[in-house]
């Protein structure tokens, strides 16, 4: 059974860095293949991506976050983590953690598990 | 960067047919995915790989994706079909989603 879970503070304030984890169990990241990514969601908006680390330690960036993001993983505790410097009152969301599901054609990559995600509020 | 547009809204009588656009250039050249958010709940995967359901998705949901657009089609819609959907596909190594289109059932 795959579950994921994210875990960090509730509320951070302005300029500050915030640290995400996310701890999973049903897979593992050091199985070829295996992907996990953080995604957003502004209270009443639409859900933003903003990394993903894949198996073999390659990382990816939203373009438009990828100066304020990074992403990185601890095979041994099954966990990923997402920090965000400079963190600002438009970043308050909440966020998930989904692991990616890669289908065997090129380009097939789906959020097959999400967590029930954490809301961050960034305010002074 | 790459976008999908979505309309905000669309309403179905319980029953008939709904459908769902996402538009998005050459977006028929990349596999797009559905996802379905209940108030208060995480996404939950509905469509992958264009048209296919993920196990314990019902019959009643299915997806096309052609040209600039792809559809996420509900039929026989009914009341727990109630919810936001987005799009989602992948520009080379970085994962875009619709705005979201909210699906009311009446």
């Known amino acids: 059974q795959v579950t994921l879970r994210e875990s960090g503070p509730a509320l951070v304030k302005p300029t500050q860095t915030l640290t995400l984890t996310c701890t999973f169990s049903?897979?593992?990241?050091?199985?070829?293949?295996?992907?996990v990514s953080w995604i957003r969601q502004p209270p009443g908006k639409a859900l933003e991506w903003l990394a993903r680390i894949d198996w073999d330690g390659d990382k990816y960036y939203s373009t438009s976050l990828k100066t304020r993001v990074t992403i990185s993983k601890d095979t041994s505790k099954n966990q990923v983590v997402l920090t965000m410097t400079n963190v600002d009152p438009v970043d308050t969301a909440t966020y998930y953690c989904?692991?990616?599901?890669?289908?065997?054609?090129?380009?097939?990559?789906?959020?097959?598990?999400w967590g029930r995600g954490t809301l961050v509020t960034v305010s002074s | 960067s790459y976008e999908l547009t979505q309309p905000p809204s669309v309403s179905v009588s319980p029953g008939q047919t709904a459908s769902i656009t996402c538009s998005g250039d050459?977006?028929?050249?990349?596999?797009a995915c559905w996802y379905q958010q209940k108030p208060g709940q995480s996404p939950l995967l509905v469509i992958y790989q264009d048209n296919k359901r993920p196990s314990g998705i019902p019959e009643r949901f299915s997806g096309s994706n052609s040209g600039t657009t792809a559809t996420l089609t509900i039929s026989g819609t009914q009341a727990m079909d109630e919810a936001d959907y987005y799009c989602?596909?992948?520009?080379?190594?970085?994962?875009?989603f619709g705005g979201g289109t909210k699906l009311t059932v009446l």
């Open positions: 989904a692991r990616i599901r890669r289908g065997v054609v090129q380009g097939d990559y789906s959020f097959d598990y």
């Open positions: 989602q596909a992948w520009d080379t190594t970085t994962a875009v």
């Open positions: 049903g897979f593992s990241l050091s199985t070829s293949g295996m992907c």
């Open positions: 050459k977006l028929g050249d990349k596999y």
